[in-house]
Structures are given as C-alpha cells and as structure tokens.
C-alpha cells in the first residue's frame, strides 16, 4: 500500500470505528511515523474535495463517503498480491487452514457481521512473510493449481498489526476493487452497516 493510503485508512478508523470527527496532522504523523509532508499532502487532497475541512491546528471530517472512495479509486489489491493458488477445498475448510492472519473481503465480512450477502469461493488475507510460509506448509497436502486461484495472499503492511481487526475502511476498498460479481452486494450490505 501506498503511504497516502495508510493516512486515509486511519483517518476513517478514527471517524467509523472511533467516532472521532477532529484530528490533527501532527497526532497522524506521529502515531503512523510518516513524514508530516505525506500526512499533509493526503489531507490537502481530502481538504480539495470536499471531504475534510482545514483549521488552524486541525481539521473535520465532513464526509466519509467521499474519502472511502477517493481510496478505494487508486488501492491497487493486484499489486499488493504475493501469492495467489487455486485449493481444491471448500472455502470453509481454506479459511480453517489461514494461521492467525487478517481475513479481508467476504471471509472478514462474514465473521464481523455474522451474515454472507451472497455465497463465495475466493479467500482474502493480509499475510506478512512468515505467515506466507505457514500457509504454504499448510496447503501442501491439497492439490492446488496456477488457474482460477480461490486464495489470494496480500502483503501486510507494518501498521496494520496495531489494529485489534481489520479497519471497516480497509474492508470497503478491498471490496470495491474485487472483480468476483458478488463483491457488488458484500459492498452494498456493507454500506448500510456503516450508513453510507
């Protein structure tokens, strides 16, 4: 992931899971360690569409739609791909197979809302490269495949752990760029648990 993105994700974790509506530039800076230059750049940006509005020593968040969609407009999953296999299982038997991992898209969607919009077949997890190792020891004993891959691993940025579970926010932009038809209608249940 980009560093911008990171500076969007936490700035929906504080409104959607927080419900903090004012923060600062510098508290960002400090509690991601980026530049306060990458931090100010993201919010000039949110700033110029509306989505936030700049004060003198902070600034509010006016608009969470606009800003889960401006990330959701340049995340790119496939780039942050690092494995991806086709596992002759079910899908049950997969995600009982991840180690302790953050499930992403219809698995995350499934365990924090009890609830599945529409059946499945693909598994998504954010993964560092140990865990990778231990997925892959894992799944030795199926067959698996190059086509049709129903596991995608994405490489786990280093904040993501300071997160107790997947931010809401990295859920919707995940969502939003799947290409798997019934990705539309996770994100539409999903839309109305955050009410947007």
Sequence with gaps: MKQIELVYREILFREIEKKEKKLTQSELSKKLNLSLSIVNSAVKTLNRVGAVKISQRSFDILDLKKILYLWASVRNLEKDTI??????????????????????????????????????????????????????????????????????????????????????????????????????????????????
């Design 83 to 196: 494995f991806k296999t086709r596992i002759d299982a079910p899908v049950r038997d997969i995600e009982r197979m991840m180690p302790n991992v953050f499930f992403t898209a219809y698995t995350f969607y499934k365990l924090n809302f009890k609830d599945v919009p529409a059946d499945y077949s693909e598994v998504y997890v954010y993964a560092d490269e140990l865990e990778l190792e231990t997925i892959k020891k894992r799944i030795e004993k199926f067959k698996t495949s190059e086509k049709n891959a129903n596991l995608f691993i994405l490489k786990k940025d280093a904040l993501l752990d300071s997160y107790a579970k997947l931010p809401l926010s990295q859920l919707f932009v995940d969502l939003w760029n799947l290409k798997e038809w019934y990705a539309k209608d996770f994100l539409n249940a999903l839309e109305k648990n955050l009410g947007v």
